[in-house]
């Protein structure tokens, strides 16, 4: 199935760095999602993106929606070790009643001590 | 906690062997999603449901893929006559719908079921 392009698909950072990741798309997205999953778990809603240009803060984390709606990105500040697992982007598409998220193709995230 | 739920967390099967996973969404929200994702990539929409209501199937839901939600809380995912591409994380979302569209969907823990 589709998945929209992340990138990177993997970062190796030190403690304290921050982190900058995004996902693009070829077609337009209605609401932009970023969630966080670690192993074995599922993924956990970090910020919630519904307007094109829109820019959130939840704690460290900053997410915009690409004015385009084809595109988002996620910033987050000064990492810690507990920021380790992957970062999944996700749109839902424009047309009405279309509930189907797209996922990106994740962003691995290490912390090198 | 009132979290999405899933039962079980760990399924083993051997090929040929029928499955089915339970999901148990946030108490107020109407609307329930299954996902599939296989390892190093995101999840994959499977199906939803509004209340007890099958609204949408992906075409990656085969015959042997049947998803219910009786009474419009609970669902179960069962997967017939197993095969070993089956093998993947199964997670359960769900969502409420609100007066302006739908709020963001929430993911339970998930379901690895390993065919062997």
């Known amino acids: 199935g589709q998945q929209l392009n992340q990138s990177p698909q993997s970062m190796f950072i030190q403690e304290g760095e921050d982190v900058s990741m995004n996902c693009t798309s070829s077609s337009i997205f209605n609401t932009w999602l970023w969630y966080k999953q670690e192993p074995g778990e599922g993924p956990v809603l970090l910020i919630a993106?519904?307007?094109?240009?829109e820019l959130t803060s939840n704690g460290r984390l900053t997410a915009q929606f690409g004015i385009t709606r084809k595109d988002s990105f996620l910033n987050i500040s000064a990492s810690i070790p507990s920021d380790v697992g992957i970062y999944f982007c996700a749109g839902l598409p424009l047309d009405f009643g279309n509930e189907k998220l797209t996922f990106g193709t994740g962003t691995r995230l290490t912390i090198i001590p | 906690d009132t979290g999405v739920s899933q039962d079980p967390r760990h399924k083993i099967t051997k090929r040929g062997q029928n499955v089915t996973f339970r999901c148990d969404p946030i108490?107020?929200?109407?609307?329930l999603y299954w996902y599939r994702q296989t390892l190093g990539q995101g999840p994959e929409f499977l199906t939803y449901f509004q209340n007890e209501a099958q609204l949408e199937k992906s075409r990656l839901l085969s015959d042997r893929f049947s998803a219910e939600r009786p009474k419009g809380s609970f669902s179960t995912l069962e997967i017939q006559r197993t095969e070993q591409g089956d093998s993947a994380m199964y997670l359960c979302?769900?969502?409420?719908?609100?007066?302006?569209?739908?709020?963001?969907?929430?993911f339970g823990p998930g379901t690895r079921l390993t065919v062997l």
């Open positions: 993106l519904y307007k094109a240009g």
């Open positions: 108490s107020e929200h109407n609307r």
């Open positions: 979302a769900s969502s409420r719908t609100l007066a302006g569209g739908t709020d963001t969907q929430y």
